[in-house]
């Protein structure tokens, strides 16, 4: 097995910062420029309505491609072997293109006043109510969905340059703050089109670069049906990674996805719907304008490259252990443990110019997200729930306020992360993800399509599915005998649709006139 650390030279320490620095420049420029245009209030939420299919395409793959596709997916390949690709996206691209297809009629929601993804619901069903509801059950979930972009950050930037996690935690926080509260959402959008390009390229590169380190398809095989699973912390179990699912020893050992084939099921319909779910890559189409056939076909091409990255960050994951053999997952890597494989692997296979570009997409899809999600919880504070109870607030007093609400829902997960790092990122994430998957698909966008969904069938999918997200099996879930993943994934997923179809059909929707100018 080669050695797994390889050595932190100044030359690799200046190559990461600069390119680091060269990212964050031009991701604050962009947003500093963008901010000339932003006047008011809503400006400053979606733009002016003019993003096109490029700008939008990128922006969309940069929010989905977070954390846990970016880097997150190295260290579940790493950890869990052929067991881990089915958290490395199976369906990626099909959950990605479903949200283009209903994604884009947000637009029509704009139109008529709509301003976040909430206020969409508002207009939907006339309801302030659900749309304080959904704004605060986005803000939980979201929040949880933030701690894993922490880590990704925290850790490139320990491996690459040795500064200590912590302090690694707190840049990074500064950095979302300072451009989101520059730039807002036109700011956001235009920069994480940049960084969807650059992570897409760092990805691709990575990806094809570690295959060959590692001696190709082949030799990764043979390599992998040598290692078995080992817990984070450095506990043997004597499971094969070869298998595609990784059968439990103890009840405990259910809480994951790749158990048997129920959990394998449930994981393949979260990536379905999750993209649609995410209310950060919804948003994305709040200021985009109307585009052709062959404009939407570019987006969609866009897409489907972008939704091939994840795959080839889980390949890094495969290379690593490969050639490192489980030395992550003993205690000497603690909080970090196999999530390190990647940013090891670009120093490895790639030199300083692997490592920097791959350390500089890690940001920038980690911030993207941060930031998509940063700007989106604090207009629920403020535009779903404030400006929603009182509609006579100043907007630049509310404009004022949002750009404070950043501070805490910056701050929280930074502490959740400094305080309690999730050993192995994306299996962290996926909780949020199967959440905001089983509820917002529907919600939001089944909604936008179905006449006869009502506000009582989406606040009742929305309560049943924040009460099933607190009975995840690593949380509440244990203290009922909920300790297996996939049941809870799919009781949480289909139980949430089944709510919001049932009790839609059993109760009034909107007069047919009031529905004729939303469809």
């Given amino acids: 097995m080669a050695d797994a650390s390889p050595e932190i030279t100044p030359a690799l320490v200046f190559g990461v910062i600069t390119a680091v620095a060269a990212f964050l420049a031009i991701s604050i420029l962009l947003g ?3 901010r000339r245009k932003t006047r008011t209030f809503e400006e400053w939420l979606i733009g002016h309505r003019d993003i096109g299919p490029v700008v939008t395409g990128f922006a969309l793959i940069a929010t989905y491609l977070s954390g846990w596709a970016m880097y997150g997916n190295a260290g579940l390949g790493y950890t869990f072997g052929w067991a881990g690709s089915w958290l490395i996206g199976t369906v990626c691209i099909m959950g990605i293109a479903l949200c283009l297809v209903m994604g884009y009629r947000v637009r029509r929601y704009v139109q008529l006043g709509a301003r976040t993804v909430p206020e969409m619901l508002r207009v939907r069903f006339e309801s302030k109510t659900l749309q304080a509801l959904a704004g605060l059950s986005m803000v939980v979930l979201l929040i949880v969905y933030s701690v894993g972009q922490y880590k990704a950050m925290a850790t490139v930037w320990t491996i690459t340059t040795a500064t200590p996690f912590q302090w690694s935690l707190v840049i990074t926080a500064a950095m979302v703050l300072v451009y989101v509260a520059a730039g807002g959402y036109i700011g956001t959008q235009w920069v994480s089109c940049f960084q969807g390009i650059l992570l897409t390229v760092a990805g691709w590169t990575l990806g094809v670069t570690s295959l060959l380190w590692a001696g190709g398809p082949a030799k990764i095989e043979e390599m ?3 290692q078995s699973f080992t817990t984070p912390g450095g506990d043997s179990t004597g499971i094969p990674l070869s298998s595609y699912i990784i059968p439990p020893s103890t009840p405990k050992d259910m809480a994951y996805p790749w158990v048997d084939w129920v959990g394998v099921t449930a994981s393949i319909f979260m990536f379905l719907f999750m993209a649609t779910g995410f209310p950060h890559n919804v948003a994305r189409f709040l200021g985009t304008r109307k585009i052709s056939k ?13 939704g091939l990255t994840p ?52 940001f920038a899809a980690s911030v993207s997200t941060l930031a998509g999600m940063a700007l989106i919880m ?17 907007p630049k007093g509310l404009l004022w306020l949002t750009r404070i609400m950043l501070i805490p829902f910056i701050a929280i997960p930074l502490w959740w992360t400094m305080t309690a790092t999730p050993p192995v990122l994306s299996v962290f994430m996926a909780g949020s993800a199967v959440a905001q998957a089983g509820i917002f ?8 399509y179905w006449r006869r969904a009502t506000k009582w069938g989406a606040a009742s999918s929305i309560v049943y599915g924040m009460f099933l997200t607190v009975l995840h099996p690593q949380a509440y879930g244990r203290h009922v005998g909920l300790y297996h993943w ?34």
Avoid at 441 to 448: K, T, Y
Avoid at 491 to 516: D, H, N, Q, R, W
């Fill in 224 to 226: 992998l049906k040598t």
């Fill in 441 to 448: 698909f529907f919600v939001v966008g089944v909604s936008m």
């Fill in 378 to 394: 604090a207009t629920n504070i403020t535009r779903d729930l404030l400006h929603n109870a009182n509609p006579n607030l100043s």
């Fill in 294 to 306: 062959k404009e939407y076909w570019t987006m969609l091409f866009i897409a489907i490259i972008g």
């Fill in 486 to 519: 996939g049941c809870w994934a799919l009781l949480l997923i289909f139980g949430s649709a089944s709510a919001y179809f049932l009790v839609s059909l059993l109760t009034k929707p909107l007069p047919k006139e009031k529905l004729e100018k939303l469809f």
């Fill in 311 to 362: 795959l080839w960050i889980g390949v890094v994951g495969f290379a690593g252990r490969a050639v490192f053999g489980g030395v992550l997952l003993t205690s000497q890597y603690k909080p970090i443990y196999g999530d390190a494989v990647g940013a090891l692997v670009s120093i490895s296979a790639g030199g300083v110019p692997l490592a920097a570009l791959f350390t500089a997409s890690v």
């Fill in 32 to 34: 500093l420029l963008t």
